[in-house]
C-alpha cells in the first residue's frame, strides 16, 4: 500500500514552455502533497504544500506565478513550471500524506528530472 | 530554524562490514528524525523514524538508528553491509506537526564485493 506515482520521470523542454508533472497517490487517499526540490549536490527543498481543494502554501522564495500547483482531487496534484529556464532544471519529486496515519510515513514519488534547454 | 547534516557525501565499505552513515541536526523543538533511502531512478522510501519513545529505532532490511539528544545526533548503521543496500541515503527531521520536512544532503553507500 501507500504507492505515489509520479510521472514524467524525465522531461526536457525549450526554454519559455511550461512543463506540468503530476504526482498520484494510487492506493490511498491523500489529503495533503508536497512538491520537492533537488539541485545536484543539494539537499532536497520543500517548494509547497497543497491541500486538496484549497490554496497551495509556498516556502519563502518559491515563486507562485512560476511554479502552478494544483491539487483538485484526492488522488492528483499538479505542478506546472509556466516559462521555463534553464535555472529551473532540477529533480523535482512530490510526497504525499493520507494525514495523520503515520504508519505510512510520507510516501515518495520516483521524481522527475527536468531539463530545460 | 531546523537543519541537518549528514557528513559524507560518500561512503564505501566493504560486504560484510558496519554501515555507518552520519546525521547531525538541529532544531529549536524536540525533533522527529527520518532516514529515506533511494534506490537509482526510485522514489524514496522510509527505513525508520523516531518521534518518541524508546532512542534506538530499527528499520527495514536490518538498519537502525539511535537518537541521542545530547549530540544531536541520528546515525544510520547496520552491522553488515550487503550489496543490495548500495543506494543514496537521506536523513530528514520534521517538525512535530509532520508538515515540514528538512533533508540532508544525502550519502551515497557504495558497497564492494
Known amino acids: 500500500g501507500a504507492v505515489v506515482s509520479q510521472h514524467p520521470s524525465r522531461v526536457i523542454c525549450k526554454s519559455g514552455t511550461s512543463v506540468k508533472i503530476e504526482c498520484r497517490s494510487l492506493d490511498f487517499q491523500a489529503t495533503t502533497m508536497f512538491w520537492y526540490r533537488q539541485f545536484p549536490k543539494q539537499s532536497l527543498m520543500l517548494m509547497a504544500t497543497?491541500?486538496?481543494?484549497?490554496?497551495?502554501?509556498?516556502e519563502q522564495g518559491v515563486e507562485k506565478d512560476k511554479f502552478l500547483i494544483n491539487h483538485a482531487s484526492l488522488t492528483l496534484s499538479t505542478l506546472t513550471v509556466t516559462s521555463a529556464h534553464p535555472e529551473d532544471s532540477s529533480f523535482y519529486i512530490c510526497?504525499?500524506?493520507?494525514?495523520?496515519?503515520?504508519?505510512?510515513?510520507?510516501?515518495f514519488g520516483s521524481g522527475t528530472r527536468l531539463t530545460v534547454v | 530554524a531546523q537543519s541537518v547534516t549528514q557528513l559524507g557525501s560518500h561512503v564505501s565499505v566493504s560486504e560484510g562490514a558496519l554501515v555507518l552513515l552520519r546525521c547531525n541536526y538541529s532544531?529549536?523543538?524536540?525533533?522527529?528524525l527520518f532516514w529515506y533511502v533511494q534506490y537509482p531512478n526510485q522514489g524514496l522510501q522510509l527505513l525508520l523514524k523516531?518521534?518518541?519513545?524508546?532512542?534506538l529505532v530499527k528499520g527495514i532490511n536490518g538498519f537502525e538508528a539511535e537518537f541521542k539528544k545530547s549530540e544531536t545526533s541520528f546515525h544510520l548503521t547496520k552491522p553488515s553491509a550487503h550489496m543490495s543496500d548500495a543506494a543514496e541515503y537521506f536523513c530528514?527531521?520534521?517538525?512535530?506537526?509532520?508538515?515540514?520536512?528538512?533533508f540532508g544532503s544525502g550519502t551515497k553507500l557504495n558497497v564492494k564485493p
Open positions: 510526497s504525499a500524506s493520507p494525514g495523520w496515519n503515520f504508519d505510512y510515513g510520507y510516501t
Open positions: 497543497s491541500n486538496e481543494g484549497s490554496k497551495a502554501t509556498y
Open positions: 523516531y518521534t518518541t519513545g524508546a532512542t
Open positions: 532544531s529549536s523543538v524536540p525533533p522527529y
Open positions: 530528514a527531521v520534521s517538525e512535530n506537526n509532520f508538515n515540514k520536512f528538512y
